[in-house]
Structures are given as structure tokens and as C-alpha cells.
């Protein structure tokens, strides 16, 4: 558990690919199903502190035991973490995730500001109005990026464990799966 940020929960892979990343998640690794949220665009976008217009992302989630695996592709190139990731010749592992309640949120973020953390961008996610925030914790190579969510808030928290639950017990058959199925 992070002393700082709290347990982390995920992980995450920013690719410039996402199929690829996917096919290579499912076949290979054996991890699924994943649940796909394409052309998403965040709301309340703000890069380095400024708002700018946000980038337009797909993402994939699945579960591998408790730890959740999220993968990332950036479809433009407005102003993100993730483009600055890409354009410094990474792809792959990115950042790590704490999942936090409405109340914990508030409390952490200016905290972790006050720390002396810097933003590197946050928003929220449209329709659900999960907020996130990516701490800019990547100073030494090899360090990730730092999210803190709002995941443990309903509805997505409930959806989390649906998906988690549903990889304890995949076959292998329908890796790939549209996030509006969980709402079923």
C-alpha cells in the first residue's frame, strides 16, 4: 500500500495501438475479457493546470486477480500525459492508480498539491463525472505517473467488481467487449 496515495489498484499501459495491445493482452498473457470505452473525451480537462481542450482517448479495462489493467490510446494530439509519454519514445507501462471515495478525493488532492506534487493533467469522465487526477511522480527513470480516481463511488465501483469478477471466471471466448454490456 502506498503511504502516500493509498492501495494501489491498477495499473496502466499507454500504447499507440490499442488492438494490438489488446490481441497481445488476450492471447498472449491470457488476461480478459477487456471492456472498451472508445472516443472518450474527458470533461473538465485540465493540462499542467491550464484548461485546454481535451484529448480524445479509447481505453480498455480487464482484471488480472485483484489488480485492474487499464490500456490507453490517444486518438489526437491535444495535451495530455499520455501524448507526452508517446512523443518521449515510450509506450507501455505509464502510471498507477489509487481508488478513492467522493470525500477522499477532496481531501487528497490539495493535500498532495500542498506537498508539492505537480498536476500533470485531470478531468472527469463523461456521464459518469468520475474524477481523476495523474500526479506527475515520473522524475527518476523508470517512475510511473501517480492517478488517484474516484472509483469506489456508485455506480463504478459496483462495475469494477463485475468486471473483476467476470475475468475470475473467462473462458478465453469474447476477449474483447463494449463497456455498455456491464450495464445490462
Known amino acids: 500500500m502506498s503511504r502516500i496515495f493509498g492501495e494501489m489498484r491498477q495499473i496502466a499501459f499507454v500504447v499507440r495501438d490499442l488492438e494490438k495491445a489488446l490481441d497481445y493482452w ?5 488476461v480478459g475479457p477487456f471492456f472498451t470505452m472508445r472516443e472518450v473525451v474527458p470533461d473538465n480537462y485540465r493540462y499542467r493546470g491550464k484548461p485546454v481542450p481535451p484529448p480524445r ?4 479495462l480487464g482484471f488480472s486477480g485483484e489488480f485492474q489493467v487499464e490500456i490507453i490510446q490517444q486518438l489526437d494530439d491535444q495535451p495530455s500525459a499520455y501524448r ?3 512523443a518521449a519514445g515510450h509506450e507501455g507501462f505509464q502510471h498507477v492508480s489509487s481508488w478513492m ?3 477522499e478525493y477532496d481531501r487528497a488532492v490539495p493535500e498532495l498539491i500542498r506537498s508539492g506534487l505537480s498536476v500533470a493533467h485531470e478531468g472527469a469522465i463523461p456521464g459518469s463525472g468520475l474524477r481523476f ?3 506527475a511522480t515520473d522524475s527518476v527513470p523508470g517512475g510511473p505517473l501517480y492517478e488517484i480516481s474516484e472509483s469506489k463511488e456508485p455506480p463504478i465501483y459496483p462495475m469494477m467488481m463485475k468486471i473483476r469478477d467476470l475475468a475470475r471466471v473467462w473462458d478465453g471466448r469474447d476477449p474483447i467487449r463494449d463497456f455498455t454490456t456491464l450495464m445490462r
Do not use: E, K, M, V
Open 101 to 103: 471515495t467522493r470525500a
Open 57 to 60: 482517448i479509447s481505453l480498455a
Open 84 to 86: 507526452d509519454y508517446l
Open 26 to 30: 488476450t492471447r498472449t498473457l491470457g
Open 133 to 135: 487526477i495523474y500526479f
